[in-house]
């Protein structure tokens, strides 16, 4: 049974910083697809970042390019995004997504595309 644990929101003024970890159990290799979307009420889940478990470059959305990374530990199961430069429309609930593959460019930010979820994790940033 594969568990996706998040850890890490919380709130922050703009401008701020906040990182969030995400821990991955039941996986029996190493080799996949493992990120975040977000989600505000009333308005779809969104793919924030994106990374390969067994490497290659990530994934950003344009809105987060250049103040968010997404990084994992030498413990492959576990990813952390680290949030930058934070703005309130970052405000939302920030979900933990897996799937066993690769993260292709087409498909990284398709919510139908991923089978294992977190929780989510709050991040509000005031003004």
């Known amino acids: 049974q594969v568990e996706l644990v998040e850890s890490g929101g919380g709130s922050v003024q703009a401008g701020g910083s906040l990182r969030l970890s995400c821990v991955a159990s039941?996986?029996?290799?190493?080799?996949?697809?493992m990120g975040w979307f977000r989600q505000v009420p009333g308005k779809e889940r969104e793919g924030v970042a994106m990374i390969y478990t067994g490497g290659g470059s990530p994934y950003y959305a344009d809105s987060v390019t250049g103040r968010f990374s997404i990084s994992q530990d030498d413990a492959w199961n576990n990813v952390h995004l680290q949030m930058s430069s934070l703005k309130s429309g970052d405000a939302a609930t920030y979900y933990c997504?897996?799937?066993?593959?690769?993260?292709?460019?087409?498909?990284?930010?398709?919510?139908?595309?991923?089978?294992?979820w977190g929780r989510g994790t709050q991040v509000a940033v005031s003004s």
């Open positions: 039941g996986y029996s290799d190493r080799r996949y697809c």
């Open positions: 997504a897996a799937r066993r593959s690769g993260c292709e460019s087409v498909s990284w930010s398709v919510v139908t595309q991923f089978d294992r």
